[in-house]
């Protein structure tokens, strides 16, 4: 078998041996209902749509997956099975993206659980299921951006509170640059500057991707993203090795 | 064959390792002695590739762990101190795991996994999480999990630490025969140990290699090689019997035992002969007399005992320059 899959399997098996992915499923779906219902006036609003539910996924994110990736590396660190780990033999690579394929996939197993939400809105209306279904696969690669994020924090600390807090402040830093208000304090600059931290944002992506338009570029701007910070994880791992 | 040429490694200004060159061969068990953080974990860290050597080198069988890493971390099997493991998973899942990943699968992996259960007896531990485990068995797992490849090299750091006299018996036993054709390494600071299971010992300090040899070699430069052991029944002044003997350099007496002795004999000078017919001729109230072959102990404290002395005395002596130069 793989060695990445091995590694993967591992992680994953990991999070359902103790409660932390019960925990996390559990507290990720009541918090979207919250969101959902309370804040985004779902019943209210009289439209058949998921509008509401995902405009808030980049703000519930921004602590639910950071906690989801503070252990990822800071865990093996403290507990000494890095040393397991690196001395076994497997390809960095192949550790770096199983575990965060794994972090991954209990993520997007937390966003398929929402699928209640689908059903009540194609019971209630005849809503536009492309959409819905492009706005999931934003919000999953989303998920992803913020993992790749706390992967790369992780592997720089062996305290997961350090790394937690890390993941949230760099990737409040990716959401907030596509808000409004930062972009309007910069509006003195060049437009093409304002274009690029517009750019650099997850909420302009996800946003685009969120209304149906499914741009290759979007898309893109995800993997790219992903590709990048896992890369980094295996350099900052690199470097402690010769620390 | 384990090849080490010129082994540094730098933490910040720290140097954990210094200048290191040694080899291994097929069939020896290298005991790797010091005192802590004389840097014996970093060396077998650099060995196994969990860290990277500032300078010098590392082959496995002509592999150089720093550009075929793979190829090394597949012949060794690696013990890491305080033996760490995934504590939410059981037994027998962590030992599938590492089965995986070392490459196995289907009625090989199964029977590799049976065999190493069998050997280090953790049957009645199978399906417990790791977690629950006691130190005891904490350690055989880690120690399984290191042999489950029958690996050509064994890197073991610490393996009895924390094991009661029996399962330390064990751990030796499966050291000695698993060691017939491998290359072992083991740190440790039980010198019985190295007695018990070496072929050759190493004593590190400040990461320079003090003295290399086999145990035996080792306990024969200690200041007691060739002393004599005294127990007498009953009150006696050996000193007085003794007294004026060129070949005798000094009498010790036992602090707790007031009737045991060790004689020890001046350089180059065999003496047991000569104690023997003294007692005889004296009438000695002798219980019992031997020879001692020499302490690995004694040995190890007064070589890296030296060591640490010049090592602290370094910084301080440069300290007292600057002050001198200020004033």
Known sequence: ?243 | MIEISHLTKKFDNFTAVDDLSFKVVEGEVLGFLGPNGAGKSTTMKVITGFLSATHGSVTVDGHDIATDPIAVKALIGYLPEGAPSYPDMTTLEFLDFIAEIRGYSGEEKHRRIEKVINDVELRSVCHKTIDTLSKGFKRRVGLAQAILHDPKVLILDEPTDGLDPNQKHHVRKLIRNLAKDKIVIISTHILEEVSAVCTRAIIIAGGRILADGTPKELERRSAYAGAISVQLTEEFDLRAALVGDEDIRGIEQDEDNARHFILLPSANKQIFNKVSEKAQNGHWPVAEYHLVEGLLEDYFRSVTHDSALTRRDAPQAASATTTQQQV
């Open chain 1, 1 to 243: 078998m793989n060695k990445m899959l091995i590694i993967f399997k591992r992680e994953l098996a990991g999070y359902f041996a103790t409660p932390l992915a019960y925990v996390f499923i559990v507290i990720f779906l009541v918090m979207s209902g919250i969101f959902t219902f309370d804040m985004g006036s779902f019943f209210e609003r009289g439209q058949a749509d998921l509008m509401p539910f995902f405009d808030f996924h980049p703000w519930l994110y921004l602590f639910m997956i950071p906690a989801i990736a503070m252990g990822l590396w800071a865990d093996e660190r403290k507990t000494g099975t890095i040393e397991l780990l690196m001395t076994l033999p497997v390809k960095l690579a192949d550790v770096v993206f199983g575990k965060f394929l794994a972090a991954w996939v209990l993520c997007i197993l937390a966003l398929a659980l929402t699928f209640p939400i689908w059903i009540t809105v194609n019971y209630l209306g005849n809503p536009d299921n492309g959409v819905i279904f492009a706005a999931y696969l934003g919000s999953a690669l989303m998920a992803g951006g913020f993992l790749s994020i706390g992967s790369c924090m992780s592997a720089m600390t062996r305290n997961s509170i350090v790394a937690f807090i890390l993941t949230v402040s760099i990737c409040f830093v990716f959401v907030a640059c596509g808000t409004e208000i930062v972009l309007d304090t910069v509006s003195w600059a060049p437009q093409l500057f304002i274009d690029a931290i517009a750019g650099l944002s997850f909420l302009t992506h996800f946003d685009s991707i969120s209304k149906g338009v499914l741009d290759v570029r979007d898309v893109l701007f995800f993997v790219v993203f992903i590709a990048s910070w896992l890369f980094a994880s295996a350099i900052v791992i690199e470097i402690k090795k010769a620390n």
